[in-house]
Protein backbone atom coordinates (compact mmCIF):
# COMPACT_ATOMS: atom_id res chain seq x y z
CA UNK A 1 0.00 0.00 0.00
CA UNK A 2 1.37 3.38 -1.20
CA UNK A 3 1.40 5.76 1.89
CA UNK A 4 0.37 9.46 1.21
CA UNK A 5 1.70 12.48 2.81
CA UNK A 6 -1.50 12.46 4.57
CA UNK A 7 -0.95 9.69 6.05
CA UNK A 8 2.63 10.56 7.86
CA UNK A 9 2.39 11.68 11.40
CA UNK A 10 3.37 15.23 12.40
CA UNK A 11 6.96 13.12 13.29
CA UNK A 12 7.94 11.63 10.36
CA UNK A 13 6.62 14.66 8.33
CA UNK A 14 9.64 16.62 9.67
CA UNK A 15 12.31 13.82 9.72
CA UNK A 16 11.77 13.44 6.23
CA UNK A 17 11.91 16.74 5.66
CA UNK A 18 15.12 17.35 7.74
CA UNK A 19 16.04 13.98 6.26
CA UNK A 20 16.30 15.30 2.79
CA UNK A 21 17.76 18.29 3.44
CA UNK A 22 20.94 16.59 5.10
CA UNK A 23 20.85 14.66 2.14
CA UNK A 24 21.12 17.06 -0.56
CA UNK A 25 23.25 19.48 1.47
CA UNK A 26 21.12 22.10 2.27
CA UNK A 27 21.76 21.20 5.67
CA UNK A 28 25.74 20.72 5.51
CA UNK A 29 28.10 19.53 8.18
CA UNK A 30 28.14 20.81 11.31
CA UNK A 31 24.78 22.89 10.23
CA UNK A 32 23.06 24.11 14.15
CA UNK A 33 19.57 22.67 13.95
CA UNK A 34 17.46 25.11 16.19
CA UNK A 35 14.28 23.24 17.26
CA UNK A 36 11.99 26.63 17.09
CA UNK A 37 12.78 27.68 13.76
CA UNK A 38 12.44 24.33 12.10
CA UNK A 39 9.67 24.21 13.79
CA UNK A 40 8.14 27.94 12.46
CA UNK A 41 8.79 26.63 9.03
CA UNK A 42 7.25 23.50 9.33
CA UNK A 43 4.18 24.97 10.82
CA UNK A 44 3.73 22.76 13.59
CA UNK A 45 5.01 22.47 17.44
CA UNK A 46 8.63 22.17 18.63
CA UNK A 47 7.23 18.45 20.02
CA UNK A 48 7.51 16.69 16.66
CA UNK A 49 10.59 18.53 15.32
CA UNK A 50 12.69 17.38 18.56
CA UNK A 51 11.58 13.20 17.73
CA UNK A 52 12.39 13.77 14.40
CA UNK A 53 15.58 15.43 15.51
CA UNK A 54 16.31 11.96 18.35
CA UNK A 55 15.56 9.49 15.52
CA UNK A 56 18.54 11.38 13.15
CA UNK A 57 20.60 10.90 16.04
CA UNK A 58 19.68 7.52 16.43
CA UNK A 59 21.21 6.94 12.40
CA UNK A 60 24.32 9.32 12.79
CA UNK A 61 22.96 12.01 10.76
CA UNK A 62 22.93 14.57 13.62
CA UNK A 63 24.96 14.39 16.73
CA UNK A 64 24.18 16.14 19.68
CA UNK A 65 26.32 18.59 21.94
CA UNK A 66 25.20 19.60 25.76
CA UNK A 67 25.06 23.43 25.23
CA UNK A 68 25.27 23.85 22.24
CA UNK A 69 22.21 21.80 20.99
CA UNK A 70 21.99 19.24 17.52
CA UNK A 71 23.54 19.78 14.78
CA UNK A 72 24.02 18.06 11.76
CA UNK A 73 27.12 15.35 12.08
CA UNK A 74 30.84 15.45 10.86
CA UNK A 75 32.26 12.69 9.62
CA UNK A 76 35.88 11.33 9.68
CA UNK A 77 38.00 9.58 7.74
CA UNK A 78 37.85 6.37 9.93
CA UNK A 79 33.46 7.35 9.41
CA UNK A 80 33.45 7.95 5.93
CA UNK A 81 35.28 4.90 4.92
CA UNK A 82 33.38 2.29 7.05
CA UNK A 83 30.08 4.09 5.65
CA UNK A 84 31.54 3.79 1.94
CA UNK A 85 32.49 0.26 3.22
CA UNK A 86 29.03 -0.91 4.41
CA UNK A 87 27.44 0.99 1.52
CA UNK A 88 29.75 -1.29 -0.79
CA UNK A 89 28.08 -4.01 0.90
CA UNK A 90 24.36 -3.58 0.80
CA UNK A 91 24.52 -1.84 -2.58
CA UNK A 92 26.24 -4.83 -3.97
CA UNK A 93 23.62 -7.43 -2.51
CA UNK A 94 20.63 -5.18 -3.42
CA UNK A 95 22.06 -5.00 -7.16
CA UNK A 96 22.64 -8.75 -6.73
CA UNK A 97 19.07 -8.53 -6.33
CA UNK A 98 17.42 -6.69 -8.60
CA UNK A 99 19.83 -7.94 -11.21
CA UNK A 100 17.16 -10.26 -12.76
CA UNK A 101 14.11 -8.29 -12.50
CA UNK A 102 16.08 -5.09 -14.42
CA UNK A 103 14.20 -4.62 -17.79
CA UNK A 104 16.25 -3.87 -21.35
CA UNK A 105 14.67 -0.54 -20.50
CA UNK A 106 16.55 -0.17 -16.81
CA UNK A 107 19.78 -1.17 -18.57
CA UNK A 108 20.10 1.26 -21.72
CA UNK A 109 18.98 3.99 -18.90
CA UNK A 110 22.23 3.40 -16.88
CA UNK A 111 24.09 3.10 -20.59
CA UNK A 112 22.91 6.49 -21.19
CA UNK A 113 23.31 8.02 -18.15
CA UNK A 114 26.96 6.04 -18.21
CA UNK A 115 27.43 7.93 -21.33
CA UNK A 116 26.48 11.37 -20.26
CA UNK A 117 29.67 10.82 -17.65
CA UNK A 118 31.86 9.46 -20.69
CA UNK A 119 30.49 11.77 -23.00
CA UNK A 120 31.04 15.00 -20.22
CA UNK A 121 34.67 14.12 -19.34
CA UNK A 122 37.32 15.98 -18.67
CA UNK A 123 35.25 19.07 -18.13
CA UNK A 124 32.56 17.24 -16.54
CA UNK A 125 31.19 19.32 -13.53
CA UNK A 126 32.02 17.12 -10.21
CA UNK A 127 28.57 17.57 -8.77
CA UNK A 128 26.76 16.55 -11.88
CA UNK A 129 29.19 13.53 -12.40
CA UNK A 130 27.86 12.75 -8.90
CA UNK A 131 24.39 12.96 -9.05
CA UNK A 132 24.58 10.97 -12.52
CA UNK A 133 26.42 8.39 -10.50
CA UNK A 134 24.08 7.73 -8.04
CA UNK A 135 21.11 7.81 -10.75
CA UNK A 136 23.25 5.14 -12.61
CA UNK A 137 23.38 2.84 -9.20
CA UNK A 138 19.88 3.53 -7.86
CA UNK A 139 18.39 2.38 -11.17
CA UNK A 140 20.34 -0.34 -11.12
CA UNK A 141 19.47 -1.77 -7.32
CA UNK A 142 15.65 0.21 -7.50
CA UNK A 143 14.00 -3.22 -8.35
CA UNK A 144 15.20 -4.85 -5.21
CA UNK A 145 12.64 -7.01 -3.90
CA UNK A 146 14.29 -6.75 -0.39
CA UNK A 147 12.90 -2.98 1.17
CA UNK A 148 14.91 -3.32 4.51
CA UNK A 149 18.13 -3.62 1.91
CA UNK A 150 16.74 -0.87 0.01
CA UNK A 151 16.29 0.99 3.15
CA UNK A 152 19.92 0.73 4.49
CA UNK A 153 21.36 2.05 0.88
CA UNK A 154 19.40 4.99 1.45
CA UNK A 155 20.15 5.48 4.87
CA UNK A 156 23.57 5.18 4.70
CA UNK A 157 24.37 7.67 1.42
CA UNK A 158 22.14 10.03 3.92
CA UNK A 159 24.99 10.23 6.36
CA UNK A 160 27.86 10.15 3.82
CA UNK A 161 26.26 11.68 0.39
CA UNK A 162 25.89 15.12 0.80
CA UNK A 163 30.08 15.43 2.06
CA UNK A 164 30.65 13.91 -1.20
CA UNK A 165 28.79 16.29 -3.12
CA UNK A 166 30.19 19.36 -1.47
CA UNK A 167 33.38 18.39 -1.95
CA UNK A 168 34.87 19.82 -4.98
CA UNK A 169 37.16 18.20 -8.15
CA UNK A 170 37.46 14.88 -9.58
CA UNK A 171 40.49 12.90 -8.57
CA UNK A 172 42.39 12.47 -12.67
CA UNK A 173 41.79 9.29 -14.00
CA UNK A 174 39.20 8.17 -11.63
CA UNK A 175 36.51 9.40 -13.82
CA UNK A 176 37.33 7.46 -16.69
CA UNK A 177 37.75 4.09 -14.75
CA UNK A 178 34.55 4.41 -12.72
CA UNK A 179 33.19 4.46 -16.18
CA UNK A 180 34.81 1.74 -17.53
CA UNK A 181 33.69 -0.12 -13.99
CA UNK A 182 30.12 0.88 -14.93
CA UNK A 183 30.19 -0.75 -18.28
CA UNK A 184 31.56 -4.16 -17.17
CA UNK A 185 28.93 -4.08 -14.19
CA UNK A 186 26.23 -3.54 -17.00
CA UNK A 187 27.68 -5.55 -19.01
CA UNK A 188 27.42 -8.83 -16.18
CA UNK A 189 23.68 -8.09 -15.62
CA UNK A 190 22.99 -8.45 -18.94
CA UNK A 191 25.01 -11.12 -20.04
CA UNK A 192 23.11 -12.79 -17.12
CA UNK A 193 26.14 -13.48 -14.61
CA UNK A 194 25.73 -14.47 -11.02
CA UNK A 195 24.42 -13.00 -7.91
CA UNK A 196 27.86 -13.59 -6.70
CA UNK A 197 29.80 -11.88 -9.69
CA UNK A 198 27.44 -9.29 -9.87
CA UNK A 199 27.88 -8.08 -5.88
CA UNK A 200 31.64 -8.33 -5.93
CA UNK A 201 31.58 -6.10 -8.83
CA UNK A 202 29.45 -3.52 -7.01
CA UNK A 203 32.18 -4.23 -3.90
CA UNK A 204 35.14 -3.63 -5.89
CA UNK A 205 33.56 -0.57 -7.66
CA UNK A 206 32.66 1.50 -4.36
CA UNK A 207 35.85 0.57 -2.37
CA UNK A 208 38.21 1.27 -5.34
CA UNK A 209 36.59 4.98 -5.25
CA UNK A 210 37.58 5.29 -1.65
CA UNK A 211 41.48 6.69 -2.29
CA UNK A 212 39.98 9.30 -4.86
CA UNK A 213 36.40 10.10 -2.65
CA UNK A 214 39.50 10.92 0.38
CA UNK A 215 41.90 12.82 -1.65
CA UNK A 216 38.81 14.99 -2.91
CA UNK A 217 37.91 15.52 0.60
CA UNK A 218 41.66 16.51 0.97
CA UNK A 219 43.00 18.18 -1.86
CA UNK A 220 45.65 20.63 0.02
CA UNK A 221 46.81 16.59 0.07
CA UNK A 222 49.69 15.75 -2.74
CA UNK A 223 48.27 12.90 -5.16
CA UNK A 224 51.27 10.39 -3.31
CA UNK A 225 50.48 12.25 0.05
CA UNK A 226 48.09 9.60 2.81
CA UNK A 227 44.88 11.49 3.80
CA UNK A 228 45.13 13.92 6.23
CA UNK A 229 43.76 13.21 9.55
CA UNK A 230 40.36 14.37 10.62
CA UNK A 231 40.83 17.70 11.60
CA UNK A 232 43.71 18.98 10.44
Known sequence: MTVSAGD???????????????????????????????????????????????????????????NVGARVALLDDAQYRFALQTISVVE???TALAAPLLTPADLARARELNDMVRQ??????????RTVNQELHRTLYAPCPNPRLLEVVASEWARLGHLRDSASGIVPGRASATVAEHDDLIDLIENGATAT?????????????????????????????PPLPAGA
Not at 205 to 224: F, I, N, Q, W, Y
Open 120 to 129: GLPDLDPRVF
Open 92 to 94: GAA
Open 197 to 225: RIEAAVRRHRTGSLPADLAVRHPEAGPCD
Open 8 to 66: LSKSQTAYLWLRERIATGAFGPGYRLVLSSLAAELSMSVVPVREAVRALTAEGLVSFER
